[in-house]
């Protein structure tokens, strides 16, 4: 029996900086974003949206296209934690309305999380295949201002239905696994913005893709030559290609062209190009961006993807397209929300990033801006309040 992702939605706010406006601001040649990391945009979050609003705007078509019958398991992956105890599920469960007789937890291990949680739901339905499973993905990527890390910012949510028999990718079996105890990027619980130790973090994500690809090359018997297009964890798009230029050296021995490498990944990186990093919803961001850009049909296509969270945790794994699958993805309604942003100035940029959230216990209504279907309204006696918009 065949298990993996049925349906695969993905979120991004209405609101970006476009990289040469913070490349004119901060003195710094626009190439060294546009090209040295590869980033074009990166999408900011309105202060009425938060990580469950846009999980809750990610998940939004896959249940109005499949309800909710079924739903047994509720899986959240974030770093973005809105709360030391309850869990972001819950407050997605409530918002979702999703069925009570449902097992619900955040899931946390930096931009890796999403994955554990794909692979602990793909177990649950394999031993029982009436069930199903929602495993969103949803972060806000922050750092201090005028640091490295600033242009590598983004904001973004993927939602994906776990079934048996899936319409869209059937996972393989095999994975390879990498843990290690690390200080390259951490955010302790007193800091809103990130740390990290930028270049260490670069060649950790390489070992830990190396590490992986030998576990489960040596499981599956498959070989470079086997998989048809590669995702990657995508904190900028230079990563990928930088990854996948190693991995096509150390597994096949190979010097990519350009030509071969814009084929094998050039369509899993375009909407990160322009969203930025979306941290445990980029892998799945790629794999959205590859499924719905790919020109070729890629129906039974082997595609290889390596999730990384930094401290460290990465996982190599794969999946097999399925017939019909362009049937079961939402290109169009994406591609309206990307085409239909609003630019900010750099000053509206600096004022939601200096914008703190309120922690006096009062009454705060927040000012409407534009969201999805759901949007943060404010927050009351240390209380989120969340309401659907349409
Ligand atoms: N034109 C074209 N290219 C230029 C250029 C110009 N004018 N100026 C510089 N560049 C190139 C540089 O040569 C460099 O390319 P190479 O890596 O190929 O040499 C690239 O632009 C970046 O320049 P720097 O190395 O000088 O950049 P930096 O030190 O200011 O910052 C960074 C780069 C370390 C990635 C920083 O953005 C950062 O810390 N980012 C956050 C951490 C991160 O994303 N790490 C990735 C792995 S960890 C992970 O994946 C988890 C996660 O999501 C965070």
Same mark, same amino acid.
């Given at each position: =029996?065949?298990? #993996? ?21 901060? #003195? ?9 990391? #590869? ?14 609003? =846009? ?34 599920? =819950? ?227 794969? #999946? ?71």
């Amino acid at each position: =029996m065949k298990v #993996g992702i049925d349906l695969i939605s993905f979120y991004t706010p209405q609101y970006y900086l476009d990289l040469k406006t913070l490349a004119g601001e901060r #003195g710094v040649d626009p190439d060294k974003f546009t090209i040295g990391i #590869g980033q074009e945009k990166m999408a900011i979050p309105p202060p009425d949206e938060d990580i469950v609003t =846009m999980a809750a705007s990610a998940a939004h078509p896959i249940l109005e296209q499949a309800g909710r019958e079924g739903i047994e398991l509720l899986l959240f992956a974030t770093e973005s934690g809105i709360d030391h105890s309850k869990a972001a599920a =819950m407050f997605l469960h409530g918002l979702l309305k999703l069925p009570t007789r449902c097992r619900a937890v955040e899931l946390k291990q930096a931009c890796y999380s999403a994955t554990a949680g794909l692979q602990l739901a793909a177990s649950m339905v394999a031993a029982q295949p009436d069930r199903k499973a929602l495993i969103v993905g949803s972060d806000i990527a922050r750092y201090d201002l005028r640091s490295p890390g600033e242009p590598t910012q983004g904001a973004g949510a993927v939602a994906m239905l776990v079934t048996a028999n899936p319409s869209v990718l059937a996972l393989d079996p095999e994975t390879g696994l990498y843990a290690e105890d690390v200080m390259d990027f951490w955010r302790p619980n007193y800091r809103e913005e990130a740390l990290v130790d930028g270049k260490y973090s670069m060649r950790v994500y390489l070992t830990a893709l190396e590490e992986c690809w030998k576990q489960y090359t040596e499981r599956s018997g498959r070989q470079f030559h086997d998989l048809a297009r590669y995702c990657y964890h995508l904190p900028f798009t230079r990563m990928a290609e930088k990854a996948h230029i190693r991995l096509a050296k150390i597994a096949a021995l190979k010097e990519l062209t350009s030509a071969e490498l814009e084929t094998e990944i050039g369509d899993s990186l375009r909407y990160n190009r322009i969203t930025g990093n979306t941290y445990s919803a980029s892998l799945y961001e790629g794999l959205t961006s590859l499924l719905d850009h790919g020109a070729d049909d890629l129906v039974g296509q082997r595609i290889g993807l390596f999730s990384y969270g930094s401290g460290c945790m990465g996982e190599y794994f794969s #999946g097999v397209v399925q017939p019909g699958y362009r049937d079961h993805l939402f290109t169009a309604r994406l591609r309206a929300l990307l085409d239909g942003r609003t630019e900010l100035t750099y000053r509206q940029y600096e004022d939601i990033f200096q914008l703190g959230f309120p922690t006096d216990g009062g009454d705060h209504a927040f000012a409407q801006y534009r969201t999805g279907p759901y949007r943060l309204a404010g927050v009351s006696q240390h209380k989120r309040l969340y309401e659907k918009v349409i």
